[in-house]
Each structure stands twice: as C-alpha cells, then as structure tokens.
C-alpha cells in the first residue's frame, strides 16, 4: 500500500539545469523531505482520529502506524511513501475492506454481552494517507521541497 510520486521531469531538468549532473540528487533530497512533512502530518491525522500509534500483535511486534511508515524518493524524479504490511490492520482504514467468514456461513463477535452473527460486513474506506499526500504534494508552493532547493542554491551560489 503506498503514494506513488512522479515529477514532470522535463521542466524541473530546465529550471534545475544550474545544478549540473547533481540536480537529480537535488530532487531526490527535496522529495525525501516533502515526503517526510506527509508522514508528519499523515501520523498528526491519525491521532487525531484516535488510532493508536503502537499496537503490538500476538508475536509482540510493533504493527502500529509509528513504526511502519516508510519513504523514499529516487534520482529518476520520482519517490513513494507506503505503510509496511506490518500495520496490516491500516490497509482496511485507507482502502476499506469486506469481511467473509473463512469457514462456516456466519461471523460471529461479542457486543457488549451479547453474540451477534453476521454473514458479511463492509468496513468503509477512510483514507488518511492519500488526503494527506494530495494536500501536501498539490501545494503549488511545496515548502519542504523549496527549502532543499533554496539551500542547494545557496551552496552553489557561495561556492562562486
């Protein structure tokens, strides 16, 4: 499960053309710290909807969203962000899911003090990961990324 990132390249390979053969490791910085502001505010939205941030399973393992948050960004232009499928459970929150009992006709689950049956169920999409990544990478002024261009620049412009 993850956010793929794909740059139009030709035009930041114009604007980025003072930096010689080091712009795509340029790039590959900035999108590693925007990419780093999305898990940020993607663990911020969590919270604020009250998942847990640790939760161990039965082995004992960390499979909250803390730990299991990854990214990446590449010298092509491009990078990902994606949750490890430790954190199993977050792919039911960001894409939904249809629960079926394996064997057997029915589910069966306690509620409250009583046994409830049910042949199916939908557990509706709630997506935190894609909102948060369109809102942070659709920002025309995409301040992470401008920081780590800002500060190439700098370094370049001082060297002279």
Do not use: C
């Not at 941030?53 to 990214?71: L, R, T, Y």
């Not at 909102?131 to 990324?145: Q, S, T």
């Amino acid at each position: 499960m993850g956010i793929s990132i794909d740059f139009e390249s030709e035009e930041f390979q114009k604007v980025l053309s003072q930096f010689g053969k080091n712009a795509p490791k340029i790039v590959q910085k900035a999108i590693r710290a925007t990419n780093r502001a999305v898990i940020k505010a993607y663990r911020k939205e969590a919270r604020s909807r009250g998942y847990k941030a640790h939760k161990e399973n039965e082995k004992g393992e960390d499979v909250g969203f803390m730990k299991n948050i990854f990214q990446y960004g590449n010298k092509d232009y491009t990078g990902k962000i994606f949750i490890s499928s430790a954190a199993y459970y977050y792919r039911f929150i960001e894409y939904g899911a249809d629960v079926r009992p394996r064997h057997g006709k029915y589910l069966a689950f306690k509620v409250g003090d009583e046994w409830k049956k049910a042949r199916a169920f939908s557990i509706p999409a709630r997506p935190i990961l894609a909102k948060v990544a369109d809102e942070i990478w659709k920002n025309e002024n995409l301040p992470e990324f401008e920081k780590v261009i800002q500060a190439e620049m700098k370094k370049l412009f001082d060297k002279d």
